[in-house]
């Protein structure tokens, strides 16, 4: 099994429509949580920590719950510039940063 | 904002040969780096955490004396790919974590392609 595991994707979707991506990690030991994106030829890029209270940045939602080892992230009125690969990430005890294999968002006109 | 510097960004190297690729801290000090590599449509996979004026420590799998890695400052990890091969071809990251605020940040990586 996988340590961090995404939807397969990728998701294609018009301009302006809502999408959500999720994520599921194997080690409940594991401290933090974030959200990258990662542009074609790119370094990642921190979109968001995730926190179990949940948290919000524009158009972007994340939430967390512990005991079902979940990590979602919506993303509201999608723009063509919100196309990228998305990355789930979790951070271990040891400050390792465990990547997902990401998902794929093609946002289309 | 902390910036993590990475060079080269691009590389060609013949078979046999050694690339040496350099991860430096521009503003803040970082006793922890940790190396990554990503091939196409894959994710990142952590190789190798640098560790600061110690030996670095290497996940299951990364051969230790093919990837070599060293830590000498507080802002300098280099990792050099002996021996390359066509197959270590690939886009490889480094992350540097600024000991003060905890936080972590990359480079903007390298491609390094053998031929």
């Known amino acids: 099994r996988k340590e961090v595991e995404q939807d397969p994707g990728p998701f294609n979707v018009p301009e302006g429509a809502t999408v959500a991506f999720n994520c599921t990690y194997s080690n409940s030991a594991s401290q933090s949580f974030f959200w990258y994106r990662q542009d074609c030829r790119k370094e990642p890029k921190l979109l968001m920590s995730?926190?179990?209270s949940g948290n919000e940045d524009g158009r972007f939602t994340a939430q967390l719950n512990r005991a079902s080892q979940y990590i979602s992230l919506l993303i509201r009125d999608s723009k063509l510039s919100d196309s990228a690969t998305y990355l789930c990430?979790?951070?271990?005890?040891?400050?390792?940063?465990?990547f997902g294999t990401g998902t794929r968002l093609q946002v289309f006109p | 904002g902390a910036v993590v510097s990475q060079h080269p960004s691009w590389v060609i190297c013949k078979s046999g040969t050694s690339v040496k690729i350099e991860c430096r801290s521009l503003?803040?000090?970082?006793?922890?780096m940790f190396w990554y590599r990503q091939f196409p449509k894959q994710s990142l996979m952590l190789m190798a955490t640098s560790n600061e004026g110690s030996k670095a420590t290497y996940e299951q799998g990364v051969e230790k004396d093919k990837f070599l890695i060293n830590h000498a400052s507080l802002t300098l990890s280099t990792l050099t790919v002996t021996s390359a091969h066509p197959e270590d071809s690939s886009f490889y990251i480094c992350s540097a974590r600024d000991q003060l605020a905890g936080t972590i940040y990359f480079g903007e990586g390298s491609w390094l392609t053998v031929v």
């Open positions: 990430v979790v951070r271990e005890t040891t400050d390792k940063l465990i």
């Open positions: 995730v926190y179990s």
């Open positions: 503003d803040f000090q970082a006793t922890t």
